[in-house]
Structures are given as C-alpha cells and as structure tokens.
C-alpha cells in the first residue's frame, strides 16, 4: 500500500514548473476580456472613418 506521508515527504517540485510560474507573475498579461474590448474599440473606430 502507498504511504501518502512518505511520499509528500519525498516530493520536490520541478524547476521547470517553477521557472514558468515566476515568467508569468513577472509579465503583465491581459486577460481575453481586455483583448476583446481592444478588438470592438478597434473594430469602432474603423466603422467612424468610413
């Protein structure tokens, strides 16, 4: 049978994943709404000069 406490003793995460999750928290990303608004904001403008 597993020990689940032997085995959370035993477990590191990988760097990899660590490096990845700083990337992300450093970077200011815009979340799909912001890009949708952008995209109508856009798409207006566009409209208002023809």
Known sequence: MIN???E???FHPSLEV???AD???QHDLSD???IIVGML???RLRNDEV
């Open 23 to 25: 990337a992300i928290h």
């Open 8 to 10: 959370l003793k035993k």
């Open 4 to 6: 689940f406490e032997e």
């Open 41 to 43: 904001k856009d798409e």
């Open 32 to 34: 799909v709404a912001e």
């Open 18 to 20: 660590d490096d990845a």
